[in-house]
T-cell receptor, first 113, second 114 residues
Framework: EAGVVQSPRYKIIEKKQPVAFWCNPI?????LYWYLQNLGQGPELLIR????????DSQLPKDRFSAERLKGVDSTLKIQPAELGDSAVYLC???????????FGPGTRLLVL | GNSVTQMEGPVTLSEEAFLTINCTYT??????LFWYVQYPGEGLQLLLK?????DKGSNKGFEATYRKETTSFHLEKGSVQVSDSAVYFC?????????????FGQGTILTVHP
């Protein structure tokens, strides 16, 4: 069974540029999460989807961050414009309704110059 | 609010040594507790979990017991290997209105030398 797929794995951009991250969850997983992991810290939840609906986006900085999960499968997280402080690893995870265990992708490492 | 505190690292051990990584938590209600491991260049992998008080999670020789009286979930392994070198994260899912949101500790770097 394929795991959570994320792309790109690495991204380097200049500040004020836009950037987008893509995630494909494990097949059949209804719930999808985006987490932010700063260096030396544990991940922090940005947004949680149940199918197409964002059920918890309270930690998402909505002035520059946006996310979508059209058709309730894969998802895109966007930053526009990026700031130096956005340099971090962006993790995607998914889970099924039958279990609370979250399965994580490898992450996208973003560097903003 | 909910929070997880892990012992500060890094932790450096020789192969076959005993490992303990302390984890304590603050949460309302009855959270589920998890240990995740992150190997270099890889995503987080679930190592073990426990969903109620006195439950013991175990996997790959690692164990942790959910202690509600001390709000702890310490990770232990009797004999570590070089391949156990990784970052270990303790996490909780508080449930209720926070269901689905994992709250993580800051992580503990473990290095095992031959």
């Amino acid at each position: 069974e394929a795991g959570v797929v994320q792309s790109p794995r690495y991204k380097i951009i200049e500040k004020k540029q836009p950037v987008a991250f893509w995630c494909n969850p494990i097949s059949g997983h209804n719930t999808l999460y985006w987490y932010l992991q700063n260096l030396g810290q544990g991940p922090e939840l940005l947004i949680r989807y149940e199918n197409e609906e964002a059920v918890d986006d309270s930690q998402l900085p909505k002035d520059r961050f946006s996310a979508e999960r059209l058709k309730g499968v894969d998802s895109t997280l966007k930053i526009q414009p990026a700031e130096l402080g956005d340099s971090a690893v962006y993790l995607c995870a998914s889970s099924s309704l039958a279990t609370e265990t979250q399965y994580f992708g490898p992450g996208t490492r973003l560097l903003v110059l | 609010g909910n929070s997880v505190t892990q012992m500060e690292g890094p932790v450096t051990l020789s192969e076959e040594a005993f490992l303990t990584i302390n984890c304590t938590y603050t949460a309302t209600g009855y959270p589920s507790l998890f240990w995740y491991v992150q190997y270099p260049g890889e995503g987080l992998q679930l190592l073990l979990k426990a969903t109620k008080a006195d439950d013991k999670g175990s996997n790959k020789g690692f164990e942790a017991t959910y202690r509600k009286e001390t709000t702890s979930f310490h990770l232990e392994k009797g004999s570590v290997q070089v391949s156990d070198s990784a970052v270990y994260f303790c996490a909780l899912n508080a449930g209720g209105t926070s269901y689905g949101k994992l709250t993580f500790g800051q992580g503990t770097i473990l290095t095992v030398h031959p």
